[in-house]
DNA sequence: CGAATACCACTACAAGTAAAGTACTACGAT
DNA sequence: ATCGTAGTACTTTACTTGTAGTGGTATTCG
């Protein structure tokens, strides 16, 4: 088993981009190689199947889709209030955006889930996790709504950005981004925090 | 090319299990026929390719899918109101849970359409249909909310239905129909039309 | 009523494809 | 000089597909 991080790292961003690309039927060690331009049989030499390729891959997932440090600093200074929340959902969709694959990849890896129990553990701790900490922050700075405000908006959030990234065309009167700037006043309370 | 009707029924019906269990990649003739429990080869004399398999298999998943005639009659003739439109997402998340291979498989589909323009087209319409027409009954019969509103419904509700399929210990404080009940009361207003 | 025909189920085969794993050589860094 | 890695090449295995061929059944026509 090879050790060499960086390329380790290579490795997994390819193996995003080809579950993206080619879905879960694509991921191949031979398909990784090639996205990645590396030597054939290099991928076999860095994981040893393809379940730990799988694992592995969902947990770099995340760190290509975190939310920059910039940006969490900048909305923990903000004042509170419902213009703020419909900023952090723009520039979700933003990173989404400008890592379609990243969040597609996401997306199988959620079907992957069904079948393994340990992409299913992985991705619900993080996700969990994640949802768990925009519920805490919304409610500890004093943003409008209560926990059921915050996950409604999380669910209608995932329900935007599948539709968004597999069937754009459904909802094609509307520009994802004012999209989510009425959805984000159909779901929070205009006011100060209600609780 | 066979014709047999209830034969290739039954093959689509089972190619939608095969999507939902075993993920596009398990998607192979021999394991619709296997799952179908039919001869090997079989599938083969039915469909002209992979494509075509898939193409008619995200059309039959609909038929699957689709509410009972009788729900939507009784749905119709009730007095409009936010519990009704409750009762009517509860009842979308029964029937998903009664067939959790077709919405799998749908999402499934979904991803594909990322490759196959057919596919995509295919769901597309079908898919803007329901919702155009979610929309248009719930305006006309006059329900409480406005097209926001029922866009946002929608929205959440996938998302729901996507968590719920894929990552069920997400959520896990909520029983998912509470859930559904909460979501309504967030996005949906309690008196009468707004417009 | 019987025979012919058309369709279908099922078995079996043949060939092609691709994926995985590993052995081997060369190279570079420490 | 040695250890770990890059890169190449080969072998083996498994899987998938497509189709030919056979036998049975239902339907239609004489």
Redesign the interface.
Known sequence: MRQNPERRRALLNAAIDVL??????G?TFRAVDARAGVPGGTASNYFANRSELLLQAGAHVHVRLAPTEEFMARFLDSVPSREQTRLGMRDLLRRVEADRNGY?AL??L??????HPGI?EE??RT??WT?EENVRRHLEGGFPGDR??V??L???????L??H???P???TDDDPES?VD??V???VPEGRSAR
């Not at 993206?20 to 039927?25: C, K, L, P, Q, V």
């Open positions: 993206a690309e080619d879905g879960a039927r991921l597609l997306l199988e959620r079907l992957e889930a069904n079948r299913r991705l619900t996700i969990r949802l059921n405000t996950v409604t999380y669910l209608a959030m995932t329900g935007l599948v539709e990234l597999t069937l065309d459904v909802l999209l009425r959805m006043a159909v779901i």
